[in-house]
């Protein structure tokens, strides 16, 4: 017998790399000696490598769960040609193929099996897989077992048989979204409640957070690609018909682009991805279809001409940009206009109201970052729950001279009237009461009868509901456990200091109506 290699080893020889990045090493020791791990890391942080070396550093075969058949083609792929004994199970494989690679695994002859979570589930798989030596599970894109994540896949909640059924076979969860809510559906869904937990930084350094109000979006965007001539890029925007209407723009002015959406031809599509894979300076107009599994590491931009459906789409979006760690921009013009197709999307969808509240907080979440007046990356941090950050002097709050104004009076009554109201109820009823409205709700409740009935007149129905939303974006005000949508007091140490006047709050407000009635915008 072979003794077996060290991850050392097997990082330098088989994958032909110097050295484990960030926390890769402590995560391969860990799974290598048996234990199960969560492993959290941002897109191109090298979370294959997690599973791949335990894989071949412990004996039997890891059978890796990944929902895209599309990247386990490629994983599997790159593996054999590194002379790694891998193979897939999926619906796309053919009858003759599927058999030749259960004799390969009953032989003992896999290091690695890539399975789809239904191949795996659907059948007798599972029953099989009890009969062979098995090194790990690898749960690959984990965040799918979550309902509150943007990515939910049912047949994920299924994989909970595996802590039932294969209790001594490490298992090894990853994801690369971050937020505390879908970080406990994970452990609790898949059993990781005695896992380690391996937590990388989401911080993108060398991606520069540039957002402008939205005028005249066209013009904007051109003037913008024209300060990147020659680089790849991919344009984000929210229909097929703005695709192509935007893909035509920059043709015509002169660059390499190309549409993508769902409802073009898949050779069509897959020919763009093939050009922008291989090709220089080609840009790709796309629609979300354009999206998972796009791994060319020299990406100098993202931008995004409509705003995208949450904070976390935001930052997977984003992400794409600067895999090789050169600079690199996320680019994105926002107005008051995207968000109303937004907020329909989401009534008009056929999720439960709970899951409808939850779909608007997390647009609500990107609101705000859209409209803060602080350092991007420190929201957009804070958000994915890595306190603590300073400001970052890399996007463009920070590099650019701010419009912000002291709203420390707002803030105090907003911050009033939610505790008057006993903190069951949402912005708009806040507003109402705030600017002396004059609703059934607000009769019938009572709240006309309250001190702060009519004590905003000073900002309009838009500022106070963009200030509702900075305040929720940092952390004053957020919403009630129950989910339907209340606000409550954010933390004390926070809320009590601008209560008391201690401290004091800047942020950048839309125009007063007048204005906006005025100008042309
Ligand atoms: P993720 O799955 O987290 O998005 P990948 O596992 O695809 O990231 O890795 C991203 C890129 O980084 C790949 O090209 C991979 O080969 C490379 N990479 C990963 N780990 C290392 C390392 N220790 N040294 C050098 N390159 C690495
Ligand atoms: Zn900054």
Redesign the pocket.
Do not use: H, I, N
């Given at each position: 017998m072979t003794p077996t290699p060290t991850p050392k080893q097997v990082?330098r020889e088989v994958?032909g790399?110097?050295?484990?990045?960030g926390p890769?090493a402590a995560i391969v020791e860990h799974v290598c000696a048996g234990g199960s791990a969560l492993v959290l890391?941002?897109?191109?942080?090298?979370?294959?490598?997690?599973y791949q070396i335990p894989a071949l550093c412990r004996p039997g075969t890891a059978v890796v769960v990944s929902p895209l058949i599309a990247l386990m083609q490629d994983q599997v792929g790159?593996l054999r040609q590194a002379g790694v004994r891998a193979a897939a199970l999926h619906s796309a494989e053919s009858g003759a193929s599927a058999a030749a690679t259960w004799r390969e695994l009953q032989a003992g002859g896999l290091d690695l099996l890539y399975v789809s979570p239904e191949r795996l589930l659907n059948g007798d798989l599972i029953e099989r897989l009890a009969d062979l030596p098995l090194a790990l599970f690898a749960i690959?894109e984990a965040h799918c077992v979550s309902q509150w994540g943007h990515d939910f896949r049912p047949e994920y909640l299924q994989l909970a048989v595996l802590a039932e059924r294969f209790g001594t076979v490490p298992r090894i969860a990853?994801t690369?979204t971050a937020d505390p809510r879908t970080r406990t559906e994970i452990v609790a869904r898949l059993g990781l409640e005695q896992a380690a937990v391996f937590l990388a930084s989401f911080d993108r350094p060398n991606i520069r957070y540039l957002l402008r109000d939205k005028s005249e979006p066209k013009r904007q965007l051109l003037e913008f690609l024209a300060s990147q001539r020659g680089h790849a890029g991919i344009v984000y925007a929210r229909s097929r018909k703005r695709v192509e209407e935007f893909a035509a723009l920059i043709k015509a002015e002169g660059h390499d682009a190309l549409p993508y959406h769902a409802g073009l031809a898949a050779e069509t599509r897959s020919a763009a991805l093939e050009r922008f894979r291989h090709g220089s300076g080609v840009i790709v107009v796309a629609t979300i279809a354009f999206g998972m599994g796009i791994?060319k590491?020299d990406v100098r931009f993202v931008a995004h001409v409509d705003l995208p459906k949450s904070l976390e789409a935001y930052y997977q979006e984003t992400g794409r940009a600067g895999?090789d760690g050169l600079p690199a921009i996320a680019w994105m013009v926002h107005g008051a206009a995207d968000v109303p197709p937004l907020r329909r999307f989401i009534e008009e969808s056929d999720a439960d109201p709970a899951q409808k509240r939850i779909e608007h907080g997390r647009l609500d979440a990107l609101i705000g970052f859209a409209e803060t007046s602080s350092c991007r990356r420190r929201i957009l941090l804070d958000y994915l729950g890595e306190t603590g950050s300073g400001d970052c002097g890399n996007c463009d709050v920070c590099l650019e001279p701010s419009q912000a104004v002291d709203v420390t009076e707002p803030a105090r009554k907003a911050l009033s009237t939610v505790y008057r109201t006993g903190g069951r109820f949402g912005a708009a009823h806040l507003v109402d009461v705030l600017l002396g409205g004059d609703t059934t709700r607000i009769r019938s409740l009572g709240h006309d009868r309250l001190g702060v009935y009519g004590i905003g007149r000073e900002l309009d129905r838009l500022q106070w509901r963009s200030l509702f939303r900075q305040l929720t974006a940092r952390g004053y005000l957020v919403a009630a456990a129950d989910g339907h949508g209340g606000l409550q007091f954010g933390p004390d140490a926070l809320v009590r200091p601008l209560l008391r006047g201690e401290s004091r709050l800047e942020v950048r407000l839309p125009p007063p109506a007048r204005e906006r009635r005025g100008g042309r915008s």
């Open positions: 990082l994958f790399y110097d050295a484990f990045r890769q890391m941002p897109t191109g942080g090298g979370k294959s490598l997690c790159a690959d990853l690369a791994d590491p895999r």
